[in-house]
């Protein structure tokens, strides 16, 4: 697995200054839409993941919100994380993700619109997603296993020996956290 962390990195836009200078004049653009997925996603989560396939109600919590004010940070500060690697990397790698998992609902849209699952579209997707990962565990300075191995773990924690739907809803966020560092 880091050997597909090498050979995906080794295809990354690495021109992370004309990305950052876009990011930056783009901002009245970028901001409101990385806002409006952040609170579609966080519907996605409420209604689809927690009340169907948990049969929870979520619990609601203010997502923070990508602003050019606010906060601890001074304007300066925030200009030199939106420019730095990390930050492109991460955003790159998040968004990526986001991206190709809504073309694979698409797939899924289809397949309840025509009754054929087109397996290799999903299979690609599936790709595309392992290809972000990558780039968010090299970031990280991270491999899948170890984030994989830490995942089992942290479920481990939280349902024990099987699922429960009571515990995806009452986590012990602070057990969960240690196992994770």
């Known amino acids: 697995m880091q050997e597909y962390i090498k050979k995906a990195v080794a295809t990354e836009n690495k021109d992370y200054e004309g990305i950052g200078n876009r990011l930056e004049s783009g901002m009245d653009e ?3 839409a990385l806002n409006k997925a952040i609170l579609a996603l966080q519907e ?3 209604i689809v993941k ?3 396939m948990y049969g929870k109600p979520p619990k609601f919590y203010e997502a923070p919100l990508f602003s050019r004010s606010g906060g601890t940070l001074s304007a300066t500060e925030k200009h030199d994380i939106l420019k730095s690697e990390t930050f492109i990397r991460l955003l790159h790698g998040f968004i990526g993700i986001a991206t190709e998992s809504g073309e694979g609902l698409e797939a899924l849209a289809n397949y309840l619109q ?3 699952l087109d397996k290799v579209n999903v299979a690609e997707e599936l790709g595309d997603c392992f290809w972000y990962q990558a780039l968010i565990a090299d970031t990280c300075g991270s491999t899948f296993e170890t984030e ?4 089992i773990q942290k479920l481990a924690h939280r349902h024990g020996k099987k ?3 009571t515990k995806v809803m009452d986590r012990d966020l602070e057990g969960e ?3 994770l560092n």
């Open 30 to 32: 970028v901001f409101p």
């Open 44 to 46: 996605l989560d409420h």
């Open 50 to 52: 927690k009340k169907t």
């Open 114 to 116: 025509t009754g054929e």
């Open 148 to 151: 994989q191995e830490k995942n």
């Open 163 to 165: 699922f429960s739907t």
């Open 177 to 179: 956290r240690a196992i």
